[in-house]
């Protein structure tokens, strides 16, 4: 740390999300032994927070996208289970709405990796205005049911939605999303086409004969975007489709008024 301390405009909640992420992906491929570093600067008005490893590291071709959801490093079998690699994604989201940076780097594989936080420094937090509540998204706060057999997959689609400000539920088979749309009125729901028993088709021709449900936008979450495939879904009464992976760009569109 530096000798004097260094004061940033941000939520402490959500940098602890995010710093709590970035520590955690350093230890998963950082193997037993190495070492991690936290370092803290100041230079030309802008707080830098470093994280940086010695561990597997990430080829160039990873560092360009290592923030795209879903992308993580190889695995082999000694090294410890990961997840979806979805934390990333979610962290720059957190950082990006509060108005900071998030950068990694890497020399290549095996050399370790780097991640740097970045905020514009308060230059007189004594005399500092309080800021403006930020809103997380520019959309009204709405109801979204992400229906999804892949547990794994919704629940990263539920957290993505989640930093936009979106309240949001997630369900596993056709015939719980049916129960759930009557019960809780959700705004959006964002259905898989590749369910079990009671496929995405199925639950959205149902849906559509419910007036209660008539204002509710329907948006297929799909592997498939073939002409044929967008007029099926437009027949079964989808609203409009989104191909999987779903990134924080397609949410927005969806979710804005």
Excluded at 19 to 37: E, P, R, V
Excluded at 90 to 95: D, F, S, T
Excluded at 164 to 175: A, I, P, W
Excluded at 198 to 211: I, K, N, S, Y
């Amino acid at each position: 740390m530096p000798d004097q301390p260094l004061y940033i405009d941000v939520d402490p909640t959500r940098i602890t999300q995010t710093l709590s992420n970035i520590l955690g992906n350093a230890t998963k491929y950082t193997h037993d032994g190495g070492n991690i570093w936290v370092r803290a600067s100041a230079d030309d008005g802008l707080m830098s927070l470093v994280v940086a490893d010695n561990g597997v590291g990430m080829p160039p071709e990873l560092v360009a996208r290592v923030f795209d959801v879903f992308v993580q490093g190889d695995r082999g079998l000694d090294r410890r289970e990961g997840g979806l690699g979805v934390g990333l994604t979610i962290a720059k989201r957190l950082v990006d709405l509060q108005g900071g940076t998030l950068t990694a780097a890497s020399e290549g594989s095996g050399l370790g990796s780097r991640f740097i936080l970045g905020f514009p420094l308060l230059q007189n937090p004594q005399l500092a205005a309080p800021a403006p509540p930020r809103s997380r998204s520019t959309s009204t706060p709405q109801r979204v049911l992400v229906v999804d057999d892949n547990r794994d997959a919704a629940e990263a689609l539920a957290a993505l939605i989640g930093t936009l400000g979106h309240d949001v539920q997630v369900l596993d088979t056709g015939s719980e999303a049916l129960d759930m749309s009557v019960e809780w009125q959700p705004d959006v729901m964002l259905l898989d086409i590749g369910l079990p028993g009671m496929d995405g088709f199925e639950v959205a021709r149902r849906l559509r004969t419910m007036p209660e449900l008539k204002n509710m936008c329907l948006i297929a979450c799909t592997g498939y975007g073939s002409d044929d495939d967008v007029r099926l879904m437009t027949e079964a009464g989808f609203d409009g489709h989104l191909i999987k992976p779903v990134g924080v760009a397609d949410l927005e569109r969806i979710l804005l008024d």
